[in-house]
């Protein structure tokens, strides 16, 4: 009885030591865990509709609420029988709010020693703002409350000064002829949607429906699908929707047909048109446009992913267009004779990236004789990738063959943090006859999400996503905006044959009126360019009798670059690093441009020739707006030499850095390494025609260039050469 009277006693003590505040310290407490609760919820929905959601987050605080009251009183009867003289309600609440923080957060793989920060500090602020509460509404003192809104005035504009985005591009290059890619054309179309017309959420697929297509069955292959699954969207792997929204342009056709495929997301906050502002364009440009519902494949917090994840997107467009070659033969159906499948292109965001190249090489990952078969009708054209992912599947990669590609990566992209895509852009045949062409660009304030308008600004799911900085990332209407610049001139290059905007993927500055104020860095290769040199592992790859000479470098070894992630870049480089006015020369044996067919004579036939450099700038991981001052010089045989800036060509791009979470503090322990490198080194071609060195010198004869030296001037830098080369202008 003694013992049951201590205890009793002890407990009623419990709060004695609070005071008359605790209350308002426990009830803000309270108030944060729940909206962390609420946070959760959100981030990881268990349902697509309003009812889901909203039972998911009443859940989620109903549990809160109980583990709160049992954490904060148990601590606090601790505290009590050890006599520990502190507020013991306010300590328990306390520590509930760092556990709950920090836990919530580790689920995410967001670093113990970062969540645990963020765990501590979002308390802290807590009890911060019960205090200025306290103060505001208790107290009578005016020179405290002034002091308080002052400084919460001044964390505001520095907020908004630091969040200020000041990267632009200038160019006094004349922006292209031809109009703004981005703008509607002149075709009126009509949307609408193919599908089972079974599905329970979207109404565009179900009872919306306007085309019924007959399900697919990917069960030889995908044997990982839950019952979870299974539930949620009423079918299994054997019998897959083909799903699809269709901007079909008016006339008699046929057209080129451009299928879009999404990314991997939340699979119950959908995806599928978010992509809609590029269908609506591309369809009033005259290309028939179909996004390709993937959501029934994504990831859930409740059932997981499907395994083959990769192979079973791939596999899912190659099931639409043969769907789309059956209802083109079929009278009477929307798309009777209205596409012609000699002229497809695939776009792809984020693994959606990924999938479209291996349907581009399907031969490589599939073995069905009836797909197989019907793809021999089609030609896929071109490739763009957005931010794509690039995993081996079965020890291979994609190997697009005569395929134009497009890049585009954003450096602010805190999903796939890496420029994944570069390696597809090596991994590619390009016959010199062809007229294909690879390009990529990346773009320094895009970030992964804002490709797709449904996605939001964050590039994780919450809460995890609350900790990626957005300061630098641009508005989503801006990225989209180029997004659609670069892909509707992309395909009206490559499949409408329209050549003149193939200069903005040689020069990003030619479109500059079209694009936001950003930095953008740009690679080019026609299948026409022709290496001189290349760097593979400790040694020069020269073309027979070329040779290298390097003079006064403080550094330079050929490398294999590495990536964010730490991993080798696809293709070595040569790095260079001065400190004093040094140069690089490679010299050509007498007979070189007439047994390569370069010169003047070819410059007749009315194509320009033109040196084309590969280089990345590295000397921005100190001083980020630090640019190599670099002059190209030309030689003949003759002993004339015509030395030109390279900036009269194309500026030299800077480091571009990421700050992934705000003010770069926690960058190291965030995710526990992903974002520990803010920059990595991205590479420029500069395209320089000769006919300016003829124009600097009458006399000057390109058929007779025996010597190409680059001169770095200046105070000290570095930078990776990856090639030197030519090409013609198509």
């Known amino acids: 009885m003694k013992l049951v009277r201590w205890i009793w006693t002890r407990l009623l003590t419990i709060h004695e030591r609070d005071g008359n505040y605790g209350k308002w310290f426990m009830i803000g407490f309270l108030i944060v865990t729940m909206t962390a609760s609420v946070i959760q919820a959100v981030g990881h929905p268990t349902g697509a509709t309003l009812h889901a959601h909203l039972t998911n987050i009443a859940r989620e605080v109903s549990t809160n609420g109980m583990y ?33 923080s920090a836990t919530l957060l580790i689920e995410e793989e967001s670093g113990t020693l970062f969540s645990y920060i963020v765990g501590v500090g979002y308390s802290i602020v807590t009890i911060v703002v019960v205090l200025c509460f306290i103060v505001l509404f208790r107290k009578k003192n005016r020179s405290v409350k002034i002091s308080i809104l002052t400084g919460i005035l ?24 031809e109009e703004n890619p981005a703008q509607k054309g002149d075709f009126p179309y009509t949307f609408f949607s193919y599908g089972s017309g079974e599905d329970k959420y979207r109404e565009a697929f179900g009872e919306g429906v306007d085309i019924v297509t007959p399900a697919v069955d990917a069960s030889s292959f995908i044997t990982k699908w839950s019952e979870e699954r299974t539930a949620f969207w009423g079918f299994d792997q054997s019998q897959l929707p083909v799903n699809g929204r269709v901007w079909l342009p008016e006339g008699e056709g046929p057209f080129p047909v451009i299928l879009i495929v999404q990314g991997n997301h939340t699979m119950e906050y959908f995806s599928a048109s978010g992509y809609d502002y590029l269908g ?47 209802m083109n033969q079929t009278p009477g159906n929307a798309f009777y004779q209205k596409i012609d499948f000699d002229q497809v292109g695939l776009v792809g965001h ?28 089609v030609k896929i054209q071109g490739v763009v990738a957005l931010a794509p992912t690039d995993k081996r599947i079965d020890g291979k990669r994609p190997m697009l063959d005569n395929t134009s590609y497009l890049l585009m990566q954003g450096a602010r992209d805190g999903d796939v943090t890496i420029f994944r895509g570069e390696r597809q852009y090596y991994q590619m045949n390009l016959d010199e006859n062809e007229q294909a062409f690879r390009s990529s660009l990346y773009i320094a304030d895009a ?78 290769h026609h299948a026409n360019y022709q290496s001189i040199i290349e760097f593979k592992r400790n040694k020069v790859e020269a073309s027979d009798g070329v040779i290298t000479v390097a003079e006064g470098f403080d550094e330079m070894d050929v490398i294999t670059p590495e990536d964010r992630g730490g991993n080798d870049r696809p293709v070595d480089a040569v790095r260079l690093e001065w400190k004093d006015d040094v140069s690089y020369t490679v010299h050509l044996p007498d007979d070189y441009m007439k047994r390569i067919g370069w010169g003047s004579e070819a410059g007749k036939n009315g194509s320009r020739e ?23 010089e030309l030689k003949t045989t003759d ?40 920059w990595e080194p991205v590479f420029q071609t500069f395209e320089v025609p000769l006919e300016s060195f003829e124009q600097q010198n009458a006399t000057f004869n390109t058929d007779n260039i025996d010597e190409i030296r680059l001169h770095f001037r200046g105070d000290a830098g570095g930078i990776l050469l990856e090639s030197v080369g030519w090409g013609q202008t198509p």
Do not use: C
């Open 154 to 177: 001044f964390l505001t504009s520095m907020y908004v000064v630091l969040s200020d985005n000041d990267n632009e591009t200038t160019s006094d290059l004349e922006s292209i002829s």
């Open 447 to 524: 970030n992964h999400s804002q490709f797709n308008t449904n996605w939001g600004r964050m590039d994780s799911s919450l809460p995890r996503g609350l900790f990626l900085s957005r300061m630098q990332t641009m508005e989503p209407n801006d990225q989209q905006q180029i997004a659609k610049v670069y892909i509707s001139a992309f395909f009206e290059s490559v499949l409408h044959g329209d050549a003149s905007f193939e200069k903005l993927f040689r020069d990003y500055r030619y479109g500059e009126s079209w694009l936001p104020n950003t930095t953008f860095v740009n690679k080019y």
């Open 68 to 100: 709160f009251v049992i954490w904060t009183t148990g601590v606090g009867a601790l505290l009590s029988f050890l006599y520990i003289p502190l507020p013991r309600l306010f300590v328990g609440s306390f520590s509930y709010t760092i556990y709950l």
């Open 350 to 377: 984020s693994r959606g990236g990924q999938a479209a190249q291996m349907a581009a090489d399907y031969e490589s990952f599939f073995d069905d004789e009836r797909l197989l078969e019907s793809m021999d009708q």
């Open 280 to 326: 609506e364009l591309l369809a009033s440009r005259g290309f028939v446009t179909i996004t390709v519902d993937q959501d029934f494949i994504n990831y859930s917090n409740t059932s997981g992913i499907p395994d083959r994840n990769y192979e079973l997107r791939a596999w899912v467009i190659l099931q639409h267009v043969a769907q789309l070659q059956t």
């Open 610 to 632: 033109r040196l084309i450099f590969t280089m990345a700038n590295i000397v921005g991981e100190v001083e980020q707006e630090k640019r190599p001052e670099i002059e190209v």
């Open 639 to 678: 002993g004339d030499a015509v030395q030109l800036p390279l900036d009269d060509f194309m500026p030299f791009p800077p480091v571009i850095t990421t700050d992934y979470t705000p003010f770069g503090l926690f960058d190291d322990i965030f995710r526990e390494g992903k974002y520990e490198t803010s």
